[in-house]
Every structure is written in structure tokens, then in C-alpha cells.
């Protein structure tokens, strides 16, 4: 049974960092493309950052500069780091697996049960 745990998450106030992990059982996670979402209430859930198995990024244009997202193959974790936290980062933030490299939540499949982050002005 393959499960994902999410940490990390709390309350910073603006200009502050937080470390989210992932922490991935029951799946080859080395093989996989690891995505990170986000969900603010009221809004759709979107991309936020991704990792291929090689350790290549991707980002969103929004996050670009301030995150940054990481894995441990040996340790089946993913992280990412975020400075710079802006209130409008606030949402509950998700990792999730992928065949390949992706932005489409559709493209995803294992999700966590998502880590609450709170930005405060």
C-alpha cells in the first residue's frame, strides 16, 4: 500500500522560510516524478514545484526564486524549502507522485494528506 506522509507545515509570518517533507512508502519512489501542490480556500488546487528522478525542478512562475525542491532517493523523502513566504503562499500544501515529468494535477496519483501552511501579513 503505498503511502505519503507530508510535514512541515505551520505558521510564519512574511518573509519567513519553512521546510515541507514527504516522506514516500510503498512505491519504487526513486522511478518517480515528485510534484508539490497547493490549495488556498476557495481555490482550485495548483502546481507549485516538481522534481524529476534525475533532481531536475520545475516551478511555477509565482514561486520561482524563493522555492525550492529537493528528494533524498535513499531516504524516499522529497522537500521543499520556501523563503521569502508571502500570505498569498498560504494554502494546504500536497505532494504526489508522477510517471514523468508534468504540471497536471491529472498527471498525478498518490497523494498525501497535505501539510497546512499559514503566512502571516
Known amino acids: 500500500q503505498v503511502q505519503r506522509v507530508e510535514s512541515g507545515g505551520g505558521l510564519v509570518q512574511a518573509g519567513g522560510s519553512l521546510r515541507l517533507s514527504c516522506a514516500a512508502s510503498?512505491?519504487?519512489?526513486?522511478?518517480?516524478?515528485m510534484g508539490w501542490f497547493r490549495q488556498a480556500l476557495g481555490k482550485e488546487r495548483e502546481f507549485v514545484a516538481g522534481?524529476?528522478?534525475?533532481?531536475?525542478?520545475y516551478y511555477t512562475d509565482s514561486v520561482k526564486g524563493r522555492f525550492t525542491a529537493s528528494r533524498d532517493n535513499a531516504k524516499n523523502t522529497v522537500y521543499l524549502q520556501m523563503d521569502s513566504l508571502k500570505p498569498e503562499d498560504t494554502a494546504v500544501y500536497y505532494c504526489?507522485?508522477?510517471?514523468?515529468?508534468?504540471?497536471?494535477?491529472?498527471?498525478?496519483?498518490?497523494w498525501g494528506q497535505g501539510t497546512q501552511v499559514t503566512v502571516s501579513s
Open positions: 504526489a507522485a508522477a510517471g514523468g515529468i508534468s504540471r497536471r494535477r491529472s498527471e498525478y496519483d498518490y
Open positions: 510503498g512505491l519504487t519512489f526513486s522511478g518517480y516524478t
Open positions: 522534481i524529476d528522478w534525475r533532481g531536475s525542478t
